[in-house]
Nanobody, 119 residues
């Protein structure tokens, strides 16, 4: 089992920045991929960014490319999402996710952290 806890959400003005963190615990050595998803009010959850495998390759949604950066600290079992140039459409609950496999739906999810961008 893997437990994930997000932090760092909040209220920010458009154009501002926030840094989200995800702390992983439990069988973290089994994790193959980790990523961030978000869900805006009335919309389905969508992919934001992720580490693809253990080699450090990353992937981003087109809507956040050039503005968001995903990083991780393996020694502390944490992952971060640096969000710059925030827009009102970035508002939503941000979730950290992890899985032991390379494909399919992520198995482990955090409880989410709210990000609100005011215009």
């Amino acid at each position: 089992q893997v437990q994930l806890v997000e932090s760092g959400g909040g209220l920010v003005q458009a154009g501002g920045s926030l840094r989200l963190s995800c702390a992983a615990s439990g069988r973290t050595f089994d994790i193959y991929r980790m990523g961030w998803f978000r869900q805006a009010p009335g919309k389905e959850r969508e992919f934001v960014a992720a580490f693809m495998g253990t080699g450090g390759n990353t992937g981003y949604a087109d809507s956040v490319k050039g503005r968001f950066t995903i990083t991780r600290d393996n020694a502390r079992n944490t992952m971060h999402l640096q969000m710059n140039s925030l827009k009102s459409e970035d508002t939503g609950v941000y979730y950290c996710a992890a899985d032991e496999s390379a494909l399919g739906t992520y198995k482990y999810w955090g409880q989410g952290t709210q990000v609100t961008v005011s215009s």
